[in-house]
């Protein structure tokens, strides 16, 4: 007697029926997202991307950061993406335009509640908030133009600690590349222009990232 069509699918695909289902992957922030001073392809949400595809998933990647966003102008020209992509999976990486615009603290965190109510009025939830930390930019090597490079440093990691907490908060995944970072800086894998990582910064953050989806 051959085998049933039901069962032979499950020997071949596995209980869950085969293959992952596509990832709609929608990347929001900054230069640090769209990746000023890199080509697009090089940027992490694009590396990440093509990691996921070599790995068999099939992703189809929204990046719609903008060079000099803060989360004001995110909640207001980004966010408006999510009708639009209906994504299954967000990176969410601000917070150094709010820090170099002096808004202070309390109305960053504000906004990243504003952005996280949205994010979950939209379906998302959990694992799929994939959220990263602003790198460690003091060590640039323009930074002293934004002020002294400890002082900075040390309003960095409040603004990523803020970035942590309010993503805890609302239940998504807070991925801690500070460390990473931090020697990236040190080997001063930055691009041209001075300020932005480099391809291979992102290289390493992809990287890290791939096993979050």
């Not at 990582?197 to 992809?206: F, G, R």
């Given at each position: ?107 960053y965190r504000a906004r990243l509640k504003q952005i996280f109510g949205r994010l979950a ?15 460690d930019w003091s060590q640039a090597p323009i930074a002293e133009a934004f002020g002294d ?65």
């Amino acid at each position: 007697m051959g085998l049933s069509a039901a069962l032979l699918s499950w020997l071949i695909g596995g209980v869950d029926g085969g293959a992952a289902p596509p990832i709609r992957y929608l990347a929001l922030g900054d230069s640090f997202t769209i990746g000023t001073g890199t080509p697009e392809r090089l940027n992490f949400p694009s590396q990440l991307s093509a990691l996921l595809k070599r790995s068999g998933r099939e992703v189809k990647l929204e990046n719609v950061a903008v060079n000099g966003y803060s989360t004001r102008e995110l909640i207001r020209d980004e966010l408006p993406a999510l009708e639009v992509v209906k994504p299954t999976h967000v990176t969410l990486a601000v917070g150094a335009n709010d820090l170099v615009r002096g808004k202070g603290p309390a109305e960053y965190r504000a906004r990243l509640k504003q952005i996280f109510g949205r994010l979950a009025a939209a379906g998302l939830e959990g694992g799929r908030i994939i959220v990263i930390p602003q790198p460690d930019w003091s060590q640039a090597p323009i930074a002293e133009a934004f002020g002294d490079r400890d002082e900075l440093r040390g309003r960095i990691e409040a603004y990523n600690a803020i970035l942590a907490e309010e993503t805890a908060a609302a239940g998504g995944r807070y991925v801690d590349l500070w460390p990473l970072m931090q020697e990236q800086g040190a080997r001063r894998l930055f691009a041209a222009d001075g300020l932005h990582p480099s391809q291979k910064a992102y290289t390493a953050w992809a990287e890290a990232l791939l096993s979050r989806f």
